[in-house]
């Protein structure tokens, strides 16, 4: 009976070794989440031999890659750093605070010490806007008209602008036993993590199964677009794990 395969399918990464070369003993696959689209193409080299006519009498089969490429809209920590950095994940929150609400600079002493979500604690000043929708100048004390000056969170305005309305941007951390964080080192040349990728698609109770044994990730890309979903792009290729390089599975002969 005849096959066929339909839509983006199934894309599973399984970490097989760290940046450093290191073996995970216990890994944890992770699904490309909502994937939108993927390739995994196969290329050869080739080598014509030719006479005196214009084509080829011979062609021979030389060097081959495996590459693939990936577009999963779901944004997963685990598989970030399983399949492209295979560092440190830790449990925290780093984030950043827009103020799209606005307050007054009140009396004396004209300072404004905005509140910190998820109970966290203020990280670095990340801008002040007035109400005409200028930026204001951070100077390191004594603010004059326009200007603004920052102590562990606690913003100070000139006296002149009191009761002018600011809109005060900021980083932050916090704690949480959900949310994921991971600060990426300058790892020497070579470091990379490896993975196992597995591309099931099904179709009419049939399904492709292609396996990769051993693959290493070689782009990561987060394309932003005014009223559209970010769909994070994965690129990654293919190499031999026990002179294996790749299995095929079809439901039917």
């Known amino acids: 009976m005849p096959q066929y395969a339909f839509g983006s399918g199934n894309l599973f990464g399984i970490p097989k070794t760290d940046y450093a070369g290191q073996a995970i003993t216990t890994p944890s696959p992770v699904l490309f989440g909502t994937l939108q689209e993927g390739t995994v193409e196969i290329n050869f080299d080739v080598k014509e031999l030719h006479g005196k006519k214009q084509f080829p009498v011979a062609i021979a089969r030389t060097k081959g890659k495996i590459t693939g490429k990936a577009k999963a809209a779901q944004l997963n920590g685990m598989l970030l750093n399983s399949v492209f950095f295979g560092q440190t994940l830790t449990e925290g929150i780093v984030s950043i605070y827009v103020d799209e609400t606005g307050q007054a600079i009140p009396a004396t002493p004209h300072e404004v010490t905005p509140a910190v979500p998820d109970s966290g604690t203020w990280a670095e000043d990340l801008g002040v806007i007035d109400a005409n929708g200028s930026s204001m100048t951070r100077v390191a004390s004594s603010p004059s008209t326009g200007q603004y000056s920052v102590t562990g969170g606690t913003y100070t305005f000139a006296t002149a602008d009191e009761g002018n309305t600011v ?36 179709f009419e109770g049939k399904s492709l199964v292609l396996e990769l044994p051993k693959c290493i990730s070689t782009k990561l890309a987060f394309p932003t677009k005014n009223e559209d979903f970010m769909v994070p792009e994965f690129d990654f290729s293919a190499f031999e794990e026990g002179n294996q390089i790749m299995t095929y599975a079809l439901t039917s002969k």
């Open 167 to 202: 809109y005060i941007n900021f980083g932050y951390t916090a704690t949480s036993s959900t949310a994921v964080k991971s600060t990426v080192i300058n790892a020497p040349m070579g470091s990379a993590p490896s993975f196992k990728a597995e591309l099931q698609i099904p």
